[in-house]
């Protein structure tokens, strides 16, 4: 089993809990485009859903 992450939307925001600090975050709208690739737990981001991969782990959030 590989890592496992929480993934949380809120107002304007997606927060990844559970990292290390070396873990590469992606997050990609729902027509599959990368819209931000970081190290940082806290990731601004507009209204809508989004799908977050933190290296082989992947997520679904809604950001409000």
Do not use: C, H, N, P
Not at 1 to 7: A, D, M, P, Q, T
Not at 11 to 19: N, Y
Not at 41 to 46: C, E, L, P
Request: hydrophobic share 40%.
């Amino acid at each position: 089993l590989g890592e496992r992450y929480l993934v949380s939307g809120g107002t304007g925001s997606i927060v990844v809990s559970g990292l290390k600090g070396t873990e590469k975050i992606s997050v990609y709208d729902l027509s599959g485009r990368l819209v931000k690739s970081t190290t940082q737990s806290a990731i601004a981001a507009k209204a809508g859903i989004y799908i977050v991969k933190v290296d082989d782990f992947v997520s679904k959030v809604i950001v409000k």
